[in-house]
């Protein structure tokens, strides 16, 4: 018999999400919920990918200190003319802010990000204390 270990941060994230998107629906969802994000370790990096389609990379402020990652930006979509009747709005626009934090201190000064097809992926190496490390053993 197999035991699965859930985290149980991960079912209280999605506990609050469904909450909120019964509440509100999930385009009532506050500014610190976007963009979405995957956070991943690499070993001797975090990889934090966040979907940003449509917000151009010079619009996209990150911040990386300590164990936390900022994102701030600001998407902007073209109104239609004034005398248009809306059927169905579902995109949201305006400014967003996202905070996500890692589990250990990151190397700031070494982050890298790249932006292509509409996802910012970040790469930042653990801080050396915080890297995994072999140890050899002597006889």
Excluded: C, W
Excluded at 6 to 18: G, K, M, T, V
Aim: glycine content about 6%.
């Amino acid at each position: 018999m197999a035991f699965v270990y859930r985290d149980p941060f991960d079912q209280l994230q999605q506990e609050l999400e469904r909450m909120v998107d019964a509440a509100f629906g999930p385009v009532g969802r506050s500014p610190g919920v976007y963009p979405p994000v995957n956070v991943f370790d690499q070993g001797e990096a975090y990889v934090v990918k966040a979907e940003v389609p449509g917000v151009p990379p010079e619009k996209i402020d990150i911040n990386v200190e300590d164990d936390t990652v900022t994102l701030r930006g600001e998407r902007a979509f073209s109104e239609p003319a004034k005398d248009a009747a809306y059927h169905r709005r579902e995109r949201g626009h305006g400014q967003f802010r996202r905070v996500v934090r890692v589990p250990s201190r990151i190397a700031a000064d070494e982050a890298k990000a790249q932006y292509r097809d509409g996802v910012l992926t970040l790469t930042i190496p653990k801080a050396r204390d915080a890297r995994p490390r072999r140890i050899q053993i002597t006889s």
